[in-house]
């Protein structure tokens, strides 16, 4: 499964599509994960994100790790199999709260 | 008394049942599981002569052999939960005819077999080979329940629910099989263990000699009958002059005798007793000490003496001929772990992943069913410190979790170090992607790290991989690495003991 790690991901994201994706940032493990992650590797993220295009919320959660959405394989493929758009700027409904 | 013998046999055979339920992962909290272990005096008294040490509740089995100076074999016939289960299977296999009993409950001269056994063993100990626990009975039935008996009620249970976890043992047939011969030859003779075979209940015998109290028999009231011989399961010969270093003091031939000729006396004062010839009593004196010639205690003694040398033989048990010698953290150094180690199974029972198996050929022959990891069963969980909590004398050491992560001096507890078998694994032999090992290692920082590297692909393109690489100073040799690689048959990163920390220094890594 590791081996072609990004298509499995694409690919098991073609089974269901989700009514609603929730992503928890209020914890962020930025190194040494997913085993070996200690508590000097978290750093407070304090975001969640909601929406009903899991391929955007992926996107906008990689930017919270530091990394390019771009840069995520998996990511490209989903968008390529129509499962969403990594652009979430773009979607109709995008809006953002601090509470 | 005979059914007051009854009710201790069944409450200890239970206490043992429920110790031994209480130790798993999630049951055990701080219960003193190690008791029975402890009560025997032949551990304690081994354990001693390998190490001059008395671990943690050792001191429990002197305590148990000052009682049978005083009161004789009790231990065997009221408390020993494995004597209590070959008294059972003697119960059932137990033939009608009277004569047929007491042929076969007639002493025989084998019966000292056990008292030649005891001294070899126990001067082996005081060599600092101990291998007493791998006969103590104690010992033995820990290691059976530990090994057999528990997976075996896992597996029915899995058979039922679908849901317990499985546990596996190597060698599990081996112990199943000296448990099973152990159980079988009581149809033969009743309680044939504890008549020719047990060192314990030698040990306890020799130490009968002192007793102040034990079964005799009134020559004046005694018809001969025989019924005492043919409900006598310790053929400790109630019938002529008694065998206190054989009787268990079960109370049998007491209930069954007719004339009440056979009852339990306080014997202070054998020499008096001995002439105490008057019309109304006539008191049979008993033998209080086994008939054994010089010669084969002699014998014993070069047995003892044979062990030593036989079982070191190879000259690499206490050196690092071992690779597969990879012991749970906490192990004391070889030769110290091994003149402690009872080889009792309790560390395999308690460990959460099923990693600690039974040495069988991984420790040599002195090391032989003394735990070692084994990646193919689990990995050592990285907060887990149980198998030292359970351990009875100290083998392995009662760490702390911050002592094993190397909290706060940053130098863990290693039990060994991984390595990477560059011809199986994917990104270095197969040119794919992998990096399971890097995401599972569970230390922090990783002791996994990978290299990016620049290589031509077989039909001429060119890939970047992601290569990985064993940080020696971090590695601390849990063996999840080597669990959970995909190569699942013969993983492509392995531990070995090298730089385990026990060993201390001297080492390249």
Same mark, same amino acid.
């Given at each position: 499964?590791?081996?072609?790690?990004?298509?499995?991901?694409?690919?098991?994201?073609?089974?269901?599509?989700?009514?609603?994706?929730?992503?928890?940032?209020?914890?962020?493990?930025?190194?040494?994960?997913?085993?070996?992650?200690?508590?000097?590797?978290?750093?407070?993220?304090?975001?969640?994100?909601?929406?009903?295009?899991?391929?955007?919320?992926?996107?906008?959660?990689?930017?919270?790790?530091?990394?390019?959405?771009?840069?995520?394989?998996?990511?490209?493929?989903?968008?390529?199999?129509?499962?969403?758009?990594?652009?979430?700027?773009?979607?109709?409904?995008?809006?953002?709260?601090?509470? | 008394?005979?059914?007051?013998?009854?009710?201790?046999? =069944?409450?200890?055979?239970?206490?043992?049942?429920?110790?031994?339920?209480?130790?798993?992962?999630?049951?055990?909290? #701080?219960? *003193? =599981?190690?008791?029975?272990?402890?009560?025997?005096?032949?551990?304690?008294? +081994?354990?001693?002569?390998?190490?001059?040490?008395?671990?943690?509740?050792?001191?429990?089995?002197?305590?148990?052999?000052?009682?049978?100076?005083?009161?004789?074999?009790?231990?065997? #016939?009221?408390?020993?939960?494995?004597?209590?289960?070959?008294?059972?299977?003697?119960?059932?296999?137990?033939?009608?005819?009277?004569?047929?009993?007491?042929?076969?409950?007639?002493?025989?001269?084998?019966?000292?077999?056990?008292?030649?056994?005891?001294?070899?063993?126990?001067?082996?100990?005081?060599?600092?080979?101990?291998?007493? +626990?791998?006969?103590?009975?104690?010992?033995?039935?820990?290691?059976?329940?530990?090994?057999?008996?528990?997976?075996?009620?896992?597996?029915?249970?899995?058979?039922?629910?679908?849901?317990?976890?499985?546990?596996?043992?190597?060698?599990?047939?081996?112990?199943?099989?000296?448990? &099973?011969?152990?159980?079988?030859?009581?149809?033969?003779?009743?309680?044939?263990?504890?008549?020719?075979?047990?060192?314990?209940?030698?040990?306890?015998?020799?130490?009968?000699?002192?007793?102040?109290?034990?079964?005799?028999?009134?020559?004046?009231?005694?018809?001969?009958?025989?019924?005492?011989?043919?409900?006598?399961?310790?053929?400790?010969?109630?019938?002529?002059?008694?065998?206190?270093?054989? &009787?268990?003091?079960?109370?049998?031939?007491?209930?069954?005798?007719?004339?009440?000729?056979?009852?339990?006396?306080?014997?202070?004062?054998?020499?008096?007793?001995?002439?105490?010839?008057?019309?109304?009593?006539?008191?049979?004196?008993?033998?209080?000490? *086994?008939?054994?010639?010089?010669?084969?205690?002699? +014998?014993?003694?070069?047995?003892?003496?044979?062990?030593?040398?036989?079982?070191?033989?190879?000259?690499?048990?206490?050196?690092?001929?071992?690779?597969?010698?990879?012991?749970?953290?906490?192990?004391?150094?070889?030769?110290?772990f091994l003149e402690r180690c009872l080889k009792c199974g309790l560390c395999m029972k308690v460990c959460p992943t099923n990693v600690l198996q039974?040495?069988?050929?991984?420790?040599?022959?002195?090391?032989?069913?003394?735990?070692?990891?084994?990646?193919?069963?689990?990995?050592?969980?990285?907060? &887990?410190?149980?198998?030292?909590? =359970?351990? *009875?004398?100290?083998?392995?050491?009662?760490?702390?979790?911050?002592?094993?992560?190397?909290?706060?001096?940053?130098?863990?507890?290693?039990?060994?170090?991984?390595?990477?078998?560059?011809?199986?694994?994917?990104?270095?032999?197969?040119?794919?992607?992998?990096?399971?090992?890097?995401?599972?290692?569970?230390?922090?920082?990783?002791?996994?790290?990978?290299?990016?590297?620049?290589?031509?692909?077989?039909?001429?393109?060119?890939?970047?991989?992601?290569?990985?690489?064993?940080?020696?100073?971090?590695?601390?040799?849990?063996?999840?690495?080597?669990?959970?690689?995909?190569?699942?048959?013969?993983?492509?990163?392995?531990?070995?003991?090298?730089?385990?920390?026990?060993?201390?220094?001297?080492?390249?890594?």
């Amino acid at each position: 499964m590791h081996q072609a790690i990004h298509e499995v991901i694409a690919d098991l994201a073609t089974f269901i599509t989700p009514t609603l994706v929730i992503m928890d940032g209020t914890r962020l493990l930025l190194s040494n994960g997913p085993t070996g992650g200690s508590a000097a590797d978290v750093a407070p993220g304090n975001v969640v994100a909601a929406g009903t295009d899991q391929v955007a919320v992926d996107a906008l959660a990689c930017t919270w790790l530091n990394v390019r959405p771009g840069d995520v394989e998996f990511i490209h493929l989903a968008a390529q199999l129509k499962l969403g758009s990594p652009d979430w700027r773009a979607l109709p409904h995008f809006k953002e709260v601090t509470v | 008394m005979k059914r007051l013998r009854i009710y201790y046999q =069944v409450f200890f055979l239970a206490l043992f049942g429920v110790l031994m339920w209480l130790s798993a992962q999630g049951r055990l909290r #701080g219960y *003193p =599981v190690t008791w029975f272990l402890d009560s025997s005096p032949l551990n304690a008294l +081994g354990a001693l002569l390998a190490s001059w040490n008395v671990a943690h509740w050792m001191w429990i089995g002197f305590v148990m052999l000052a009682l049978t100076a005083v009161l004789g074999r009790v231990f065997c #016939g009221w408390v020993c939960p494995l004597g209590t289960l070959l008294h059972g299977v003697s119960w059932l296999a137990e033939p009608r005819s009277a004569k047929e009993r007491i042929t076969r409950n007639r002493w025989l001269s084998a019966q000292n077999f056990k008292f030649v056994l005891t001294l070899a063993l126990l001067t082996a100990a005081a060599f600092g080979v101990l291998q007493a +626990g791998l006969c103590d009975p104690l010992a033995l039935l820990t290691r059976s329940t530990a090994v057999v008996l528990a997976p075996m009620l896992g597996e029915a249970q899995h058979l039922i629910t679908r849901t317990a976890p499985e546990r596996a043992f190597q060698g599990a047939a081996l112990i199943a099989s000296v448990f &099973c011969a152990v159980l079988a030859l009581n149809v033969w003779r009743p309680r044939f263990w504890c008549r020719y075979v047990c060192p314990l209940g030698a040990l306890l015998g020799a130490a009968s000699r002192w007793v102040l109290g034990a079964i005799t028999r009134d020559l004046q009231r005694c018809t001969n009958c025989g019924v005492c011989e043919s409900v006598c399961p310790a053929a400790s010969s109630p019938s002529s002059t008694i065998k206190t270093h054989e &009787c268990f003091v079960c109370w049998n031939c007491v209930a069954r005798c007719p004339e009440a000729a056979l009852q339990w006396r306080w014997i202070f004062n054998r020499q008096k007793m001995s002439f105490a010839n008057d019309e109304k009593c006539r008191l049979n004196p008993p033998a209080t000490r *086994p008939d054994l010639s010089r010669r084969s205690l002699l +014998g014993a003694l070069a047995a003892g003496v044979a062990i030593v040398a036989g079982l070191r033989l190879a000259g690499t048990t206490r050196r690092r001929g071992f690779p597969l010698r990879i012991r749970p953290p906490g192990a004391l150094p070889e030769a110290d772990f091994l003149e402690r180690c009872l080889k009792c199974g309790l560390c395999m029972k308690v460990c959460p992943t099923n990693v600690l198996q039974p040495a069988l050929t991984e420790a040599g022959a002195e090391g032989f069913m003394t735990p070692v990891m084994n990646m193919t069963y689990g990995y050592c969980e990285l907060n &887990c410190t149980l198998c030292g909590q =359970v351990c *009875p004398t100290g083998a392995i050491q009662r760490i702390t979790i911050a002592q094993k992560l190397g909290h706060p001096d940053g130098r863990p507890i290693k039990t060994g170090t991984a390595f990477f078998d560059r011809g199986r694994c994917l990104p270095w032999a197969m040119q794919r992607n992998c990096l399971v090992c890097q995401e599972i290692c569970p230390v922090s920082p990783k002791a996994i790290y990978t290299v990016d590297e620049a290589v031509l692909l077989n039909d001429g393109t060119r890939a970047v991989l992601r290569r990985p690489h064993v940080d020696p100073a971090r590695c601390i040799g849990c063996g999840l690495c080597q669990r959970e690689c995909p190569l699942e048959d013969k993983p492509a990163i392995r531990v070995s003991a090298a730089g385990e920390t026990r060993a201390g220094s001297s080492f390249y890594l």
